[in-house]
């Protein structure tokens, strides 16, 4: 199994940002796909979660309708995006996946097996 995230930037800010996940050598249907973000000098927190096979999705508790993730089961993508980017969204950006996750375990890293290899946000003023 392969991710790869992308789509990260130097972007202004109050600008928009969409992240693509895409993946190889799975089918992904029973898999939680997820967005972590690492800051620099802070550790990697929970940004956002979806239930592949099923849709559901989920997001960190600092999220305020600012980020919604997506996916295209046809093309086996999940995206991010981020409206009105902030100061404070400046990161790096990873997308990881895990199988048959419980719903309470989806912002918890260690329960991710694979991980893409990180895109970096820059939010500038």
């Known amino acids: 199994v392969q991710l790869q995230a992308s789509g990260g930037g130097l972007v202004q800010l109050g600008g928009l940002r969409r992240l693509p996940c895409s993946a190889s050598?799975?089918?992904?249907?029973?898999?939680?796909v997820a967005w972590f973000r690492q800051a620099p000098g802070k550790a990697r927190e929970f940004v956002s979660a979806v239930k592949y096979g099923i849709g559901t999705t989920y997001y960190g508790d600092f999220v305020k309708g600012r980020f919604t993730i997506s996916r295209d089961n046809d093309k086996k993508m999940v995206w991010l995006q981020i409206d009105s980017l902030q100061p404070e969204d400046t990161a790096v950006y990873y997308c990881g996946a895990g199988s048959f996750l419980h719903d309470y375990d989806n912002g918890t890293e260690r329960y991710y097996n694979f991980w893409g290899q990180g895109t970096e946000v820059t939010v500038s003023s």
């Open positions: 050598g799975c089918t992904f249907i029973n898999d939680t």
